[in-house]
Structures are given as C-alpha cells and as structure tokens.
C-alpha cells in the first residue's frame, strides 16, 4: 500500500470509531486531516488519471464527513434568518436518488464566509465575450429580475425542496457582452477562491439565476450573499456562492470540486456525484 492509500484508510478507521463516540467532532476532525494530507499527496502526482481516481476516493469521503457533521447537528446549521424548508413531505418522484430532504437549510462551502460591500461589489463578464463588462451593484440590479423556483440537491445527500430565487439570467449579462466565437464553456469563480465549471447550454437553461433573493429576502451572507449562482440541474458544488466573474471560455476547464475529484458533469437524477460515476 503506498502512502496516499494509507492515509485514505486510516481516515476510514478514524472515522469509524468517531461513530461510537459522545462527541464525534474532534475525530470526524482528525479524518478529514488525513484526508487533506492525503490530498495535498494527491496533487503532486504525474498521471492524470490516477490523480482524478485518487480524488474522487477522497470527495466521497469527505462528503460523507460533511454529511454526518449535518445530520448530527440538524437543524443547529441551518441559517437563523432563513425559513425552515417549506416540505419534508415530498413527492418522492422529486428527490433524486441517494438524497434526503433537510429540515432547514444547511449552510456547506469551504473557508470562511467573505464579507462583500455592495458599496465596492462588482461582477465582471469576460473571456471569449465580445465585449468585458464590469457590473457595480446598482448596474447589476437594473437588469431584469426572474423568479425561479427549484430545488437545491447537495452531493453530501440533502436536499432543499421549492426554494424561491429570484436574480438575474446569465443569459441577460451575455446578451449586453455578447458570446464570442469559439465560447463553449464557462467558469463561475465565487469567493475566496472557488469556482464551477459548465457548459455554455447549460449556463443559459432558463432557471440558471445569478441570484440575489431567496424565499423573499436578501440572500443571507451564509447563503453567498449578495450573489450568488443557482444551477438547479446540477449539485449544489455548482451553484457558486459571492459570485464575482463569469468567464466563457474555448474548451471545459474542471472548477474548485471538478479538479478535486466531483463529477466533472453533476447531475443529480444520474447520480454524477464523483469522478468515475
Ligand atoms: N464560493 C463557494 N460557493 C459554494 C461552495 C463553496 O465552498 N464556496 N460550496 C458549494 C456547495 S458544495 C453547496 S452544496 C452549496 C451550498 O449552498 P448553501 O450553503 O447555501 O446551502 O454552495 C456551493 N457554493
Ligand atoms: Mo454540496
């Protein structure tokens, strides 16, 4: 066994007995070291391939983490100032498969929450545009506001039914830059520094929101407020939060989560949790 696959399995044994334990946190903390070393390990490696493999072992381990730390705390995650999930009681044909509904809406994204002025906020649309725009606040809210209302599907297995966003297209920023020839993908990069790719088809379907509003009020900081994108066909990994640029671009380049062995696609009713899925 090299290294890496020992890292992987003693983060397995830790986290098997943080199960038995009356506070799980400190050793459920001490798995996901391992796995971060393991992953530090992981990025040195030369072949692709194994990389993407090594990876994706490690995102579904620290997916599974995420989830026990959610479902052991429920609803102590969920924001204060959000309203408690309209439905636990769903259509069944309406939660993907492998996914459960939360009570409240659990708040999930690496690092710490950035604190984002409005007064200093700009969102920039570039890459293979026509035209780089530069949006303050004020000119991003004159654009014409939609409403959509979807469900939120995280890759750790909770879902959020009906959440009502309201924003602005993308379609709309990229109808004032104008889409370059040769743009077939695009890279939404939120704070600090995240970010999720998609294909150009999929960034314009008519519920892809740059949102601003959720359930009716502004969208909480938590929540990546004041911006953030929405992407209901995808895993939330792909509804980057304190968005702040969108760049097209000629071919697919992996995101945050894509390049760290998530799905590079993310299709919740197909299951594209992790690489090799
Ligand atoms: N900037 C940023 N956006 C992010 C993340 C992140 O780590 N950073 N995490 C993503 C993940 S994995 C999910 S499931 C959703 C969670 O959104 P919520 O915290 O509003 O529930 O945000 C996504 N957007
Ligand atoms: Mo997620």
Known sequence: MDDIQRLVSQADDVRKAAAGRADPAPARRRAEELLLRARERVAGLPDEARRLELSAQIARRMADLDREAILGTEPATTA?????????????????????LTAGWPVLHTGRVPAVEKA???FTVT???????????????ALPETTVVADLHCVTGWSRLANTWAGVRPRELLDRAGVGPGATHALVSGLPAYSANLPLEALL???VLLAWSHD???LPAAHGGPLRLVVPRRYGWKSVKWAFEL??????VPGYWEARGYHNEGDPWREQRFHGD
């Open 80 to 100: 204060p100032d959000v309203a408690p999930a309209p439905t636990r009681v769903a259509d069944p044909a309406r939660v993907p498969p492998g996914q459960h």
């Open 216 to 218: 009716g009020t502004p």
């Open 205 to 207: 379907d008519d519920d």
């Open 247 to 252: 760049r097209l671009l000629d071919r697919d």
């Open 120 to 122: 200093t906020f700009s």
């Open 127 to 141: 890459g293979f545009v026509g035209q780089r725009l530069r949006l303050s606040w004020d000119a991003l809210r």
